[in-house]
């Protein structure tokens, strides 16, 4: 009836009640692994690093200030993890760079059993360098400003735009190219 | 041309905060630009895309796993986390924390309870084993007389001493002057006086010539008493 606030169970989560961690976790799970979802493209790499960014959220809570949304502070930790995931996946390359390995593991569109225009876009969008898929994943599924992307990112507003404006040309003729393939 | 470049442009589209001259750019360059009409329908599509996505439920995870790793996390892994990892566990934080939490209570009584000391003027005072504790600003009568004795003693001994030092540089002031007074005064007659006495010898001295002329004119009178004959005819060889 009466949902507590996330500074209240993060408050309670540091007197150590695991219950109240454990609403926090279940209210953020889902977002969280669909951001994976979408970011790295596999349903085992999202859990792995829905994971990563829990426990990592989990050391560094009481560190958090009540600045900004939790939601907000939660992505920015979970975009680090990110970038960290795919340093060990593949540490030559960089964040603007085009992903050379195409992803072998179970793909995400068989999860998803949703349209085939998810899977489109979720396809397409493992194409992207990883800057890029941060722009586009933070902006059309996180819902947040381009200020709010750029203190996540740790890029300038502008940064955030233009890397948004080049990732549309390139998810454009990806999805063109797919859909002619389908 | 508007300065408005095209990402800026679909950036504001994007976040609905278009001003009415921004919109009108916008339509326009959607109309002449036709790249930038294409990035357009690419948004709005991968906006579409992105809003009918329908999210399913999260498989099963070992969610405890966020509690315990905290022992076993990897060095290596924290090492290469570019965020800022707090390596304390929260729950041993947050008990460090209870362990110490009457400190700030403990602290604002303390200086609460200093307030009220300072303010209602609170005196301890420890005198041959007896401690006394005495509220309020006003002290006893006989530590006030005493006091205002002590004070009156001072001021009476220095305002002695300070007339004693009066009197004794008066006196050698006057002192001082009564003999340049005297100096002075020696001084001054000693020069009348030896202004009268210049004036007095001028005077003899002007009275002398004054008797010799008289007796010269004597002399002569009797001079010529003496050579005149008994007639009055001048005796002649004397008269040569």
Redo the contacts between chains.
């Keep these: 009836m009466f949902e507590k606030s996330d500074e209240q169970l993060i408050e309670k989560?540091?007197?150590?009640q695991?219950k109240a961690?454990?609403s926090l976790?279940k209210r953020y799970?889902?977002p969280v692994?669909?951001y994976g979802l979408r970011m790295t493209g596999n349903?085992a790499d999202a859990?792995d690093l829905?994971?990563d960014v829990?426990?990592?959220v989990?050391?560094?809570?009481?560190?958090y200030r009540n600045e900004g949304s939790f939601k907000g502070w939660l992505f920015?930790?979970a975009h680090?993890?990110c970038?960290?995931f795919y340093?060990?996946k593949r540490p030559q390359q960089g964040l603007d760079d085009a992903p050379e390995i195409p992803c072998t593991a179970q793909p995400a569109e068989q999860?998803?059993?949703?349209?085939q225009?998810?899977a489109?876009?979720v396809s397409a969008m493992q194409q992207l360098p990883l800057a890029q898929k941060s722009v586009?994943e933070l902006?059309?599924?996180g819902h947040f400003?381009?200020e709010e992307i750029a203190q996540q990112t740790g890029m300038s507003v502008?940064t955030a735009?233009?890397r948004?404006?080049g990732a549309?040309?390139k998810?454009?003729t990806l999805?063109e190219v797919d859909y002619v393939e389908l | 041309m508007s300065s408005y470049d095209?990402?800026?442009l679909?950036?504001l589209w994007?976040?609905d905060n278009l001003t009415p001259e921004q919109r009108n750019i916008f339509e326009q360059r959607c109309v002449q630009d036709d790249d930038f009409a294409?990035?357009v329908?690419?948004?709005s599509?991968?906006?579409l895309?992105?809003d009918?996505?329908?999210?399913?439920?999260?498989?099963q995870?070992?969610?405890g796993?966020?509690?315990d790793?905290?022992e076993r996390?990897s060095s290596q892994?924290r090492a290469?986390?570019?965020?800022?990892?707090?390596?304390?566990?929260?729950?041993e934080?947050?008990?460090r924390r209870?362990r110490w939490a009457w400190l700030p209570s403990v602290s604002f009584a303390m200086s609460a309870l200093a307030i009220v000391l300072v303010l209602t003027g609170t005196q301890v005072s420890l005198t041959s084993g007896e401690l006394r504790i005495r509220f309020g600003h006003e002290q006893s009568q006989l530590a006030m007389s005493k006091l205002i004795d002590s004070k009156l003693d001072t001021f009476k001994q220095n305002q002695q001493e300070a007339f004693s030092l009066y009197a004794q540089t008066l006196q050698q002031q006057q002192l001082e002057s009564a003999s340049q007074l005297t100096n002075y005064l020696l001084t001054s007659s000693r020069k009348e006086r030896r202004e009268d006495f210049a004036e007095l010898i001028k005077f003899v001295n002007q009275q002398r010539s004054d008797d010799q002329l008289f007796y010269a004119r004597q002399l002569n009178q009797l001079q010529q008493d003496v050579y005149l004959d008994a007639n009055g005819i001048k005796v002649d060889g004397t008269q040569q």
């Excluded at chain 2, 009918?52 to 498989?59: A, E, K, L, N, R």
Aim: hydrophobic fraction near 35%; include cysteine; proline fraction near 2%.
């Design positions: 989560a540091l007197k150590g695991k961690w454990f976790l799970e889902k692994y669909h349903n859990l829905m994971q829990f426990i990592s989990f050391r560094n809570l009481s560190s920015r930790i680090y993890r970038i960290e340093r060990r999860l998803i059993e949703n349209t225009r998810n489109q876009l586009v902006k059309f599924f400003t381009f502008n735009k233009s948004l404006y549309l040309a998810l454009k999805m | 095209n990402a800026e679909l950036a994007l976040e294409q990035q329908e690419a948004a599509t991968i906006k895309h992105a009918g996505y329908q999210d399913f439920d999260v498989p995870w070992d969610r796993k966020t509690f790793c905290q996390g892994e290469n986390s570019q965020e800022r990892v707090d390596s304390r566990n929260p729950f934080y947050s008990a209870q």
